[in-house]
């Protein structure tokens, strides 16, 4: 099986940065879009940034210009990197990925829209 485990999050004053982490980890086959989901208090879910496997990235309106992602495909992790945090940006961030593994228990390759569970991120003085 396939896991995504984010990373990373703590608790952070307004105007302060913070990078999370999301790493992936099975008999993997290959990884095509990592995004970032975050959920805050009383809130839907959103997307808030995406890079393709060729480091195409895109971001939500909210966050563009102070979040940036990065992937490490080596070790099959992506980042988030969060500058001049707002207390608005306080949510449960979670990491998806569509891969495609090796499930030993059928013997077969599978695809998997994999999520993690979170990782708190708090923004406040």
């Known amino acids: 099986q396939v896991q995504l485990v984010e990373s990373g999050g703590d608790f952070v004053q307004p105007g302060g940065s913070l990078r999370v982490s999301c790493a992936a980890s099975?008999?993997?086959?290959?990884?095509?879009?990592m995004e970032w989901y975050r959920q805050g208090p009383g809130k839907d879910r959103e997307l808030v940034a995406s890079i393709t496997s060729g480091g195409i990235t895109k971001y939500a309106d909210s966050v563009k210009g102070r979040f940036a992602l990065s992937r490490d495909y080596a070790k099959n992790t992506v980042f988030l990197q969060m500058n001049s945090l707002k207390p608005e940006d306080t949510a449960v961030y979670f990491c998806?990925?569509?891969?495609?593994?090796?499930?030993?228990?059928?013997?077969?390759?599978?695809?998997?829209?994999?999520w993690g569970q979170g990782t708190l991120v708090t923004v406040s003085s």
């Open positions: 099975g008999s993997i086959l290959k990884i095509d879009d």
């Open positions: 998806n990925a569509k891969i495609t593994y090796f499930n030993s228990t059928y013997r077969r390759f599978s695809s998997l829209d994999a």
